[in-house]
T-cell receptor, first 112, second 110 residues
């Protein structure tokens, strides 16, 4: 039972353009969502998060959008830079359960 | 401040051997987690702990045991390793809703 799904295993974007990574979830009890970035041979690092009481959160070039009715969130990176090439994981939590559930990840490649 | 440290970083085991992976955090976090990462599967939760002396099963607990005798340490044990346990293992500790990860342990079972 995959509660958090990232249906695109990979995405290729030209430098300077917008990258959009998508994530869907099935558990309506999730109330906090996070994006993590992972480089090869390193652990995932926190990128940006959003609470279920909001529909948008921005941090520099990164914006996360949440559509609760569709159980969908997306991460926008603009403009995309070569250093953004990494695997991006979407994660969700139910603060009461204190578990963090991850999606399968999307490998983003930024082409010069 | 080291954050979350995992040892060892790499290990090759023969089928049937046992080993323990150690995770140590110096941030005084209550919650700690063990995940495994496999191609196309993302990060799957093996076991977790919400405090010293407590443990709970995650999504894929079979074949693993854990212990949290001290708040700063979370141990993951494989009693009888199987090739299906070949994976990259990540430990994490939680502050609020943000998890901090270790560098990972690449385990190969032959």
């Amino acid at each position: 039972d995959q509660q958090v799904k990232q249906n695109s295993p990979s995405l290729s974007v030209q430098e300077g353009r917008i990258s959009i990574l998508n994530c869907d979830y099935t558990n309506s009890m999730f109330d906090y969502f996070l994006w993590y970035k992972k480089y090869p041979a390193e652990g995932p690092t926190f990128l940006i998060s959003i609470s279920s009481i909001k529909d948008k959160n921005e941090d520099g070039r990164f914006t996360v959008f949440l559509n609760k009715s569709a159980k969908h969130l997306s991460l926008h990176i603009v403009p995309s830079q070569p250093g953004d090439s990494a695997v991006y994981f979407c994660a969700a939590s139910n603060q009461g359960a204190q578990k963090l559930v991850f999606g399968q990840g999307t490998r983003l490649t930024i082409n010069p | 401040n080291a954050g979350v440290t995992q040892t060892p970083k790499f290990r090759v085991l023969k089928t049937g051997q046992s080993m323990t992976l150690l995770c140590a955090q110096d941030m005084n976090h209550e919650y700690m987690y063990w995940y495994r990462q496999d191609p196309g599967m993302g990060l799957r939760l093996i076991h977790y702990s919400v405090g010293e002396g407590t443990t709970a099963k995650g999504e894929v607990p079979d074949g693993y045991n854990v212990s949290r005798l001290k708040k700063q340490n979370f141990l993951l044990g494989l009693e009888s390793a199987a090739p299906s346990q070949t994976s990259v293992y990540f430990c994490a500790s939680l502050q609020g809703t943000e998890a901090f990860f270790g560098q990972g342990t690449r385990l190969t079972v032959v």
